[in-house]
Antibody, heavy 117, light 108 residues
C-alpha cells in the first residue's frame, strides 16, 4: 500500500519561502493515472487545496495562491515538492500531501509549518 | 473564485440519520467527494464520485446528488461518527479543486 510522508522545516520566517517534500513509498510515483497534491489546514479551520502535479509535470494551482506556489516532481526520488514564497503568518498550517485519482484516498500524516520571526 | 457551501454544524442522536449538504454551482458538472476528519488525524475519503463508497467504509455512509447540491447521509449514526466532514469538488472546467468549509457532526 502506498504511503506518503511530508518533510521540511517546521519554522519559516516571514517573507521567506516555505519548502516541503513528500516522499512516496510502497509504489512508484509514476505508475497509474494518479496526480499528487498539497492541501493545508490552519489550526481549527478547514481544508484548503493548494495545487497538484501530474507525473508529466503538468500543474494546477489554487487561484488565490497561484502567484506564490510552485509544485514539482522528482520521479527518480519518488518525491514531489511544494514551494510557497513570501510567506506570512496566514500561511501557518498543517500541510498535507495526498495522492489523487478519484478523490484522495492516500494522505500523509501532515506536517505543521509555523511562520514566525 | 469557486466555493462550496456546507452548514457549519449538524447534530443527531445515536441511531438517527444525519444529512450533510454541500452546494456549489459546478456540482452538476463535477463529481463530489466526502471526507471524514477526526481531531489530530488526516482526512479519510468516505464517498467518491457523488455516491460511491470506498472499500472499508461502512454501508451506513451514502452520498447523493441533485442539481447544485450533494448530500452525505449517515444512517444509524454511531458515536464514532462524530467528526468534521468536508465535501470536495472542482470548478466547472476541472482546472482546480476546492473544499467546502466543513461540517462538524455532533452525536448527542
Amino acid at each position: 500500500q502506498v504511503q506518503l510522508q511530508e518533510s521540511g522545516p517546521g519554522l519559516v520566517k516571514p517573507s521567506q519561502t516555505l519548502s516541503l517534500t513528500c516522499t512516496v513509498s510502497g509504489g512508484s510515483i509514476s505508475s497509474g493515472s494518479y496526480y499528487w497534491s498539497w492541501i493545508r489546514q490552519p489550526a481549527g479551520k478547514g481544508l484548503e487545496w493548494i495545487g497538484r502535479i501530474y507525473t508529466s509535470g503538468s500543474t494546477n494551482y489554487n487561484p488565490s495562491l497561484k502567484s506564490r506556489v510552485t509544485i514539482s516532481v522528482d520521479t527518480s526520488k519518488n518525491q514531489f515538492s511544494l514551494k510557497l514564497s513570501s510567506v506570512t503568518a496566514a500561511d501557518t498550517a498543517v500541510y498535507y500531501c495526498a495522492r489523487g485519482y478519484s478523490g484522495y484516498e492516500e494522505w500523509g500524516q501532515g506536517t505543521l509549518v509555523t511562520v514566525s520571526s | 473564485s469557486y466555493e462550496l457551501t456546507q452548514p457549519p454544524s449538524v447534530s443527531v442522536s445515536p441511531g438517527q440519520t444525519a444529512r450533510i449538504t454541500c452546494s456549489g454551482d459546478a456540482l452538476p458538472k463535477q463529481y463530489a467527494y466526502w471526507y471524514q476528519q477526526k481531531p489530530g488525524q488526516a482526512p479519510v475519503l468516505v464517498i467518491y464520485k457523488d455516491s460511491e463508497r470506498p472499500s472499508g467504509i461502512p454501508e451506513r455512509f451514502s452520498g447523493s446528488s441533485s442539481g447544485t447540491t450533494v448530500t452525505l447521509t449517515i444512517s444509524g449514526v454511531q458515536a464514532e461518527d462524530e467528526a468534521d466532514y468536508y465535501c470536495q469538488s472542482a470548478d466547472s472546467s476541472g482546472t482546480y479543486e476546492v473544499f467546502g468549509g466543513g461540517t462538524k457532526l455532533t452525536v448527542l
